[in-house]
C-alpha cells in the first residue's frame, strides 16, 4: 500500500510542477489529493494521465494524510503547516516561512540528505529558495574536495520564480511592447519586458534584499555557517530557469580540471563546458530539467584559489517542486514514515 498525499497550492507554478513529477517518477503514493484556495475549488488540474478536482484547503480534513507538499506562500504555510503536521502528516514546505526555524530541518538531499530526521520535532522540512538549491548541489562537492572560504554570487532570476501572475505580467509587457500600449507594472517594481530588475524581495536595513539574505542564510545552514557570501540577485525576462555567475575562493588548491571532474562525478550536476560558441547551457535548455548544470568553469586568478563559474538550474524543478518529492523520497527510502492505511 502506498502512501496519501496531498499538494496544496496545486493551481500554481510549484503545484502543476509536484503533480507532473509526482507522475513521472512513479511516487509510491496511492492517492493524491489537489488543494488550493476556494476560487479553485472544482477547477482540474493533472497528475499523469489522470485528472484531479481541485479541493478547497479552508475545510479540508488531513488525518488522513501522509505527505503534505505545501506550496501556497508564507502566509497560508504559517497558518496551515502546524495544523496538518498535527493531524499526523509531514509538511514539505515550499515558503521561507519555516526555513530560518532551528527546529526545523532544510533539505537539499544531495548535500545534508541526513538532517531530514530532524522533521520529527515540529513535523515539517523546509524546501529552500530556488537559488539556493542549485547553488547548493554544485557548492557541495567542491566544498568538500577543497574547502570553500568566500562566495560571491550573482543571479538572474527568471519571473517564473515570483509565481503564475509574474508569468503573465512578462507575456503581457512582451506583447504591449510590440503593439505599442501602455506597460503598467504590478506583481515586479518596474517594466520587466526588455528590462532587468535588481531587486528581488523587499529591502532590509542594511541595503541587502531579502532574497540576498535568504540565499546566504540558506546556504550557511545547508552547507556550512563558515563559508561566507555576497550575493546580488536580478530578476531578468526569462519564464523559466534561474542562472547564477558565481566566483569561489577556496581554503586548498583546485585546478579548473579537478573542478570539473569532482562536479562531474557529483549527484544532480551535470558539466556542459566547451570552450566553443555555445558549448554552455542557458535557462531556456534547462526548463523541463531536474540536474544542475555547471558551465564556463575558469580560474579566477584575482584571489589565491579562485574558481568561476555559471550554474543553471530550472527553477520550478531543482529549485522547488523536484526538491520537495525528493525530500518524500528520503523520509521514505530511510524507513523514516509508515503510510497510515498500512499501520492500520
Ligand atoms: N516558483 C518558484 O521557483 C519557487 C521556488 C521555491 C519556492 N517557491 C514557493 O512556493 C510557493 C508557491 O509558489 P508558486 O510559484 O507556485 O506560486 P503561484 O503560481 O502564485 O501559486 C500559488 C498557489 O497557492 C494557492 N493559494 C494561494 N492562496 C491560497 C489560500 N489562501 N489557500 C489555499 N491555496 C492558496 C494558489 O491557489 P489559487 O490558484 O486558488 O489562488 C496557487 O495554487 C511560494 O511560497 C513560493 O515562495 C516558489
Redesign the pocket.
Known amino acids: 500500500m502506498g502512501y496519501t498525499v496531498a499538494v496544496?497550492?496545486?493551481?500554481?507554478?510549484?503545484?502543476r510542477e509536484m503533480l507532473d513529477i509526482l507522475a513521472e517518477r512513479s511516487f509510491p503514493a496511492d492517492e493524491v489529493i489537489a488543494?488550493?484556495?476556494r476560487?479553485?475549488q472544482g477547477v482540474e488540474v493533472s497528475y499523469g494521465d489522470h485528472t484531479l478536482k481541485v479541493k478547497a484547503?479552508e475545510h479540508y480534513d488531513f488525518s488522513a494524510i501522509d505527505i503534505c507538499l505545501m506550496?501556497?506562500?508564507?502566509a497560508?504555510s504559517k497558518e496551515w503547516s502546524p495544523k496538518i503536521a498535527a493531524a499526523g502528516a509531514v509538511v514539505i514546505d515550499?515558503?521561507?516561512c519555516w526555513r530560518y526555524d532551528s527546529n526545523v530541518p532544510l533539505i537539499v538531499p544531495e548535500v545534508n540528505s541526513d538532517a531530514v530526521t530532524g522533521f520529527r520535532q515540529r513535523g515539517i522540512i523546509a524546501?529552500p529558495?530556488?537559488s539556493t538549491a542549485q547553488l547548493v548541489v554544485a557548492l557541495k562537492p567542491l566544498h568538500e574536495r577543497a574547502k570553500i572560504k568566500r562566495v560571491v554570487v550573482a543571479t538572474y532570476q527568471s519571473v517564473?520564480?515570483a509565481?503564475?501572475?509574474a508569468m503573465d505580467e512578462l507575456f503581457a509587457q512582451t506583447k504591449a511592447v510590440f503593439q505599442i500600449d501602455e506597460i503598467l507594472p504590478k506583481k515586479f517594481p518596474k517594466r520587466i519586458a526588455f528590462n532587468l530588475i535588481p531587486q528581488i524581495d523587499v529591502f532590509m536595513e542594511d541595503g541587502t534584499t531579502r532574497e540576498e539574505w535568504k540565499m546566504v542564510v540558506e546556504t550557511k545552514k545547508i552547507l556550512d555557517p563558515k563559508i561566507k557570501l555576497v550575493v546580488t540577485c536580478v530578476r531578468v525576462p526569462v519564464f523559466i530557469g534561474h542562472s547564477e555567475a558565481v566566483n569561489i575562493e577556496f581554503e586548498n588548491p583546485i585546478t579548473v580540471e579537478e573542478a570539473r571532474e569532482t562536479l562531474r562525478n557529483a549527484p544532480g550536476c551535470i558539466v556542459i563546458d566547451k570552450h566553443e560558441p555555445g558549448g554552455y547551457v542557458t535557462p531556456y535548455e534547462c526548463a523541463g530539467e531536474d540536474a544542475t548544470y555547471i558551465s564556463r568553469i575558469r580560474e579566477d586568478a584575482t584571489v589565491e584559489n579562485g574558481l568561476s563559474m555559471w550554474i543553471v538550474s530550472d527553477?520550478?524543478r531543482k529549485?522547488?517542486a523536484l526538491n520537495a518529492i525528493q525530500i518524500a523520497e528520503c523520509l521514505i527510502n530511510r524507513k523514516l514514515i509508515t503510510a497510515k492505511r498500512k499501520a492500520a
Open positions: 496544496v497550492g496545486a493551481t500554481g507554478n510549484v503545484g488543494l488550493a484556495s476560487k479553485s484547503l506550496s501556497a506562500g508564507s497560508v515550499n515558503s521561507s524546501n529558495n530556488c517564473s520564480g509565481g503564475k501572475e527553477n520550478l529549485g522547488a
